[in-house]
């Protein structure tokens, strides 16, 4: 495991940085809570991927080529339908999805982050793994399956990586962060619950949450309010999850000012719930990115969500999605 300088955080010191690096990062934080536990399936792969072109990382867009900023750095936060601690198993597969899928891109040069929110249910090329976690093929499905594949450890985050990599036409991956979800529920309670104006109708769900009303979530309320997909499609449960994650975002920044930092206690809470492959400069180095950055927002993806022979399915608009990855991402080749 250190071979390949991966850490399941355990060590206070690192704990506490991630935490640290979680307070700048929560704006996206939220959507870890969204969980709709989906069966498993596959569908034939259909497709390829944009191959590289004299080593570089390239896209083609209206009769220009663009190659990927090497002053451009990523970071992958992987939120897991699944409660308890981080944990691997003994099997090749697990039936953790990847409910959270939000890539943070640094601009070194311009000193500026911005957040791409993927949706769960957004149709990828996913790598399947065999029992020694090695690539044995790959299947056009939910994005969000492809963590199921491998141990649920370092084999199935690295799996999502290679999934994201993909629907981003081989855009690198440069570190990752998978998080179960009580860690949000624990910092969700801490810093006071979320206060928000209630968007949508929760009749048979939970009878606390009524449309229209200020209300204050704390631990399963909290959990209900984001994973609600009662029209049936993921997009109006995005929108409440970005809602949630902004009055988030300002009750973390409420407690810190109020207490001057979050409690050693919530970083090792946090800690026992995830799974990286930072060591602990990396984590610093970050954090200190993240700090001094400006952060540009959250943006998403635009497609379609339809309805696939079992699940929905979202489909990309492949012109949007390369519009977002030039604008933040690409360079025009000269």
């Known amino acids: 495991m250190s071979q390949n300088r991966v850490t399941v955080l355990t060590r206070r010191n690192i704990l506490r940085a991630v935490l640290v690096f979680t307070v700048f990062a929560v704006l996206v934080l939220g959507i870890i809570l969204a969980v709709n536990l989906y069966e498993r399936y596959n569908n034939g792969y259909d497709g390829e991927i944009q191959q590289n072109v004299g080593g570089e990382k390239i896209i083609e867009y209206n009769g220009q080529t663009y190659v990927f900023n090497k002053n451009v750095e990523t970071f992958l936060l992987i939120g897991l339908?699944?409660?308890g601690k981080a944990e691997e198993n003994d099997s090749y597969n697990n039936d953790k999805q990847?409910?959270?899928?939000?890539?943070?891109v640094l601009d070194r040069e311009k000193e500026i982050c911005h957040a791409i929110h993927i949706n769960r249910d957004t149709m990828a090329q996913?790598?399947?793994l065999g029992?020694?976690?090695?690539?044995?093929?790959?299947?056009?499905?939910q994005i969000?399956?492809?963590?199921?594949?491998?141990?649920?450890?370092?084999?199935?985050c690295r799996n999502v990586a290679n999934a994201v990599s993909n629907l981003m036409y081989g855009m690198p991956i440069d570190n990752y962060l998978s998080l179960t979800m009580d860690?949000?529920?624990?910092?969700?309670?801490?810093?006071?619950?979320?206060?928000?104006?209630?968007i949508g109708d929760?009749?048979?769900?939970?009878?606390?949450?009524?449309?229209?009303?200020?209300?204050?979530?704390?631990?399963?309320?909290?959990?209900?309010y984001v994973r609600n997909r009662s029209d049936g499609t993921n997009e109006t449960r995005m929108a409440r999850q970005r809602q949630y994650m902004d009055a988030l975002y300002?009750?973390?920044?409420d407690y810190i000012e109020d207490n001057g930092e979050l409690s050693s206690d919530m970083a090792t809470t946090l800690g026992e719930y995830a799974v990286t492959n930072f060591d602990v400069s990396g984590i610093g180095d970050l954090f200190s990115k993240m700090s001094s950055y400006e952060f540009g927002g959250i943006k998403t993806i635009g497609g379609e969500s339809v309805l696939g022979e079992r699940y929905m399915e979202f489909i990309c608009d492949e012109d949007a999605l390369k519009e977002l990855l030039i604008e933040l991402c690409y360079l025009p080749k000269k």
Do not use: C, R, W
């Open 81 to 83: 339908d699944t409660f």
């Open 98 to 104: 990847a409910d959270l899928l939000t890539l943070f």
């Open 126 to 128: 996913v790598p399947i």
């Open 131 to 141: 029992v020694t976690g090695q690539k044995v093929g790959a299947a056009n499905e």
């Open 144 to 156: 969000a399956l492809s963590h199921t594949y491998g141990n649920g450890g370092i084999d199935s």
């Open 183 to 198: 860690g949000i529920v624990a910092l969700n309670d801490l810093v006071g619950g979320v206060t928000l104006t209630a």
């Open 202 to 224: 929760f009749a048979g769900v939970d009878g606390t949450i009524i449309e229209g009303e200020v209300l204050t979530l704390y631990g399963e309320h909290a959990l209900n």
């Open 250 to 253: 300002a009750q973390i920044m």
